[in-house]
């Protein structure tokens, strides 16, 4: 009980009174239910080990959406819940001061992510920090054949998407999920090791087991955590990334490759303001450029891992120079803007595409480089199961994509959704939330949805990846057809807008 | 057949040891179709009938503590696979969510408690007769309620006695080797009854169901479900559950035992029960789940109020 106090204590030393004050009624609470001997899961006796309903390894934007889903839903948010993550920034509020630089580490969320976090309370946090909606994107490649534009008009949206910085959409929800009626406990430790038994009958034990005898019966897992602590939970959730450690401990099997690509991520700036999403494919990989606001933009540079370490230690100047280039004519021509391209195809383009009658643009000039630059190694990962006994995965622990359509992160909060409507589901029919069932069904419900998904940008990432006359022919088609053709180019930004989960079939 | 000899061989083997009295006011299979199933496990475990002791003692189920160690050890293996949900059993534990969503609804509406909450049914007194190896008990205490479980065959009571205990929020259930005719007699009423997968394999079923009407307070609920007669349900719950999928072992079902929706509606309004509610369940073999429809021509429950 008093290492828990001191626990408490250490991650409020640069909090604010208000998570001071959450931690004391968690505790209250914990001490109330075990004196009162009550029927509630989290009855915990003085003395014992610390018993949670689930535990959520891994306080990334994922997890702590799980954490900020199941506070927000009536049938959940009474539940007991442990986050393990041994980032030191966890738990403390304010920790973006306004007017900084944009950090480089950012996701764009699409409108089904957006009223998720609208739902869950988090939106209102998100939009007194700096994000940038955009609602026009362009998309070519360095053959100059063809080009696409999308417009957010085109399904009679006002946006398409919006750019947030990561620290952002972290701290947003954490705050949601402190202002909850969620008890929480956050243990700043990393995951040694994971047990559960299956399930077996007690035989002659008093009236109240003990949680070390709940364990040995298949009813609780075990974690033991690198500070020594030994935490006990129903369900464990494994949100701790593409290394996740509670897939591994799970003995859960990925599938995947790597694809020989590295990404440069960094902010520059502009002197104008851009409200466009750019990506142009180059020959080694795309480049994209996304509006973070304020003049400000992200770039995510996918190439060669010889050619990144290059790009990362060359100067900040010929950097902004290899960038205007692969933005401009660097590679290749400009698409030629053909407006008599458009009325050969106008019986097929219909009413309502007012993207197709868009001209070409070319991006804005980067003129300065504000921060440093990020390198990534790319790869495509998928766990074979989702989940397993009293374990699921969300998020990049479950699946890892590649960046090019921005679409990471946005799988992971359909995950964290879909895990917590089944808990929710669960509780409201009596069932123990670690059971095979119930997690199957959520398995059920994102594994194709992901699948899919991958396929689809796996199959894109592959596409670009040669230059081959044929091809390149077929991709100029493509282009031309995404672009004139309103019913496949609506098709194409609900899929992406998360709209819809699977390509072909919704 | 099974059964019989295993009754014939008790009598013979230990004459001090009587049959349970459960056994005498039943057909000599269970009321439960989930028994029947525990029927094909009991073969090798025959010795437990014969050395177990007749009396249907309600003291000895509730209590873990005055059961032989040997014995202990027995129910364990056994409960193991009531409640392995890929196990033997595995068709009931895909019905139950379906059945419990079902139950909350109409539970819900019946007592005006609200539906969002993780507890519902606090305060309630529910019944499960028939109760099995407790799948449809212990869902209902972790909604809040107070629920008893009744079954006229020991051996699941003690399953259910051990499965439930292991969790803190389900051991407060009460357990017990009885029939609902018996609780009648000792004047027990409860807020809510249910007697799911039981009318089928009761002997008179009109008097079963003036027994669960008596067991209801006047303006509670009683909830029953089976299977419908009809000849769908003869090609689904027959011969496709019982001879093809093999879900359940032959027998388990009479066809000539079922009860149409309108033969059950009749028997309940006899029984001063008005039925308000009925749903039927329907198994997609794509997904595996089973759902709620209007379809009840196969399996169907029934929700009706106790007249005052």
Redo the contacts between chains.
């Keep these: 009980m008093n290492r828990v106090l001191a626990r408490q204590l250490k991650t409020n030393v640069c909090g604010s009174k208000h998570i001071f004050q959450r931690a004391w009624s968690t505790h209250v609470t914990r001490k109330v239910s075990s004196t009162a001997g009550s029927n509630e899961s989290n009855a915990n006796s003085t003395g014992d080990s610390p018993q949670h309903d689930i535990a959520i390894v891994g306080g990334g934007m994922v997890g702590i959406a799980l954490a900020a889903s199941l506070a927000s839903k009536p049938l959940t948010k009474h539940l007991n819940v442990a986050i393990i993550d041994n980032n030191p920034l966890l738990g403390r509020k304010n920790i973006i001061e306004k007017g900084h630089l944009p950090d480089p580490r950012v996701s764009t969320v699409t409108p089904a992510t957006i009223s998720f976090l609208k739902d869950i309370g988090a939106w209102k946090y998100i939009e007194e920090q700096r994000h940038a909606y955009f609602d026009k994107m362009q998309v070519w490649d360095y053959t100059g054949l063809g080009y696409t534009r999308y417009n957010a008009k085109d399904v009679d949206q006002d946006i398409l998407g919006c750019v947030v910085e990561n620290k952002v959409l972290q701290s947003s929800q954490l705050s949601c999920v402190q202002e909850s009626d969620l008890q929480k406990t956050i243990y700043p430790a990393r995951l040694n090791s994971m047990d559960m038994l299956p399930s077996s009958s007690l035989t002659g034990l008093g009236e109240v087991p003990s949680t070390a005898d709940l364990f040995m019966r298949g009813r609780l897992a075990k974690l033991e955590l690198s500070d020594g602590n030994n935490v006990y939970a129903k369900l464990v959730v494994g949100a701790d990334g593409s290394k996740s450690r509670v897939r591994e401990l799970a003995g859960i099997k990925t599938t995947g490759w790597n694809y020989s690509q590295n990404a440069i991520i960094c902010t520059v700036e502009h002197t104008v303001e851009n409200f466009t999403a750019w990506q142009r494919f180059l020959p080694n990989g795309p480049i994209a450029l996304l509006p973070v606001g304020d003049k400000f933009s992200n770039i995510v540079w996918t190439m060669d891992p010889t050619e990144a370490s290059d790009r990362r230690s060359m100067s900040e100047d010929d950097f902004i120079k290899a960038v205007n280039d692969a933005l401009d004519y660097g590679y290749g021509p400009h698409p030629e803007i053909t407006s008599s391209g458009g009325s050969s195809l106008s019986w097929l383009t219909g009413d309502v595409n007012i993207s197709a009658k868009e001209r070409f643009e070319t991006p804005p000039k980067v003129v300065k480089l504000s921060s440093e630059r990020m390198m990534f190694p790319l790869s495509l990962r998928h766990a074979k199961d989702y989940v397993s006994n009293r374990v699921a995965l969300v998020g990049d622990s479950a699946h890892t994509v590649h960046p090019l359509a921005g679409q990471g992160v946005n799988l992971g909060f359909a995950d964290a959704s879909a895990l917590s409507r089944a808990i929710a589901e669960g509780i409201a029919l009596g069932t123990d939330i670690g059971e095979a069932n119930l997690l199957k069904r959520y398995e059920a419900e994102r594994k194709p949805a992901n699948i899919a998904m991958m396929a689809v940008l796996d199959g894109i990432q592959k596409m670009y990846a040669v230059n081959f006359g044929p091809l390149n022919a077929f991709r100029a088609a493509a282009f031309h057809g995404a672009h004139y053709i309103s019913p496949l180019k609506k098709r194409i930004i609900s899929y992406a807008s998360g709209e819809q989960s699977l390509p072909l079939f919704s | 057949m099974n059964q019989m000899r295993r009754i014939l061989s008790a009598r013979r083997l230990s004459p001090s040891i009587k049959p349970p009295p459960c056994f005498l006011h039943r057909r000599p299979f269970s009321t439960s179709e989930t028994d029947a199933s525990s029927e094909l496990l009991s073969s090798p475990h025959q010795n437990i009938q014969t050395h177990e002791d007749g009396a249907s003692d309600k003291s000895r189920s509730t209590k ?2 005055s059961l032989k ?1 040997h014995e ?2 027995k ?2 293996a056994i ?2 696979t009531w ?4 196990g033997p059993f595995k068709p009931l ?2 019905m ?2 379906t059945r ?2 079902f139950i ?1 609804s109409t539970l819900c509406r019946h007592f005006s408690k609200d539906p ?3 507890r519902p049914f606090e305060g309630l007194r529910l019944i499960d007769v028939g109760c099995g190896g407790g799948l449809l008990s ?6 809040g309620a107070t629920v008893t479980g009744i079954d006229a065959v020991d051996k699941n009571v003690k399953i259910a006695r ?2 439930a ?5 389900t ?2 259930i009460e357990y017990h080797c009885t029939t609902a005719e018996r609780l009648v007699d000792e004047g027990r009423t409860f807020d809510a009854v249910l007697a799911l997968e039981v009318i089928e394999h009761v002997a008179n079923p009109a008097e079963f169901c003036k027994s669960l009407s008596a067991l209801t307070i006047p303006n509670g609920a009683t909830i029953l479900s089976t299977i419908n007669r009809s000849m769908r349900a003869y090609a689904s719950a027959i011969v496709a559950a019982e001879y093809i999928l093999q879900w359940l072992p032959k027998g388990t079902h009479q066809w000539s035992s079922f009860l149409t929706p309108e033969e059950l509606t009749m028997i309940l309004r006899g029984a001063s029960v008005d039925v308000k509610e009925m749903a039927g369940f329907v198994y997609n073999p794509i ?1 595996g789940r089973w759902l709620l429809s209007d379809d009840i021509s196969v399996n169907f429950i029934a929700y009706g109020t106790k007249r005052e």
């Design positions: 873990t503590t160690e202990l050890a129910f364990s409960a193991d409640w392995h949900s890929e534990h895909l139950n969510p419990l969503a909350r969002s909450s993780a212990e869902p209902l205490a972790r909604m051990l499965h205990d292991m969790d803190p929020m051991s407060k997904t």
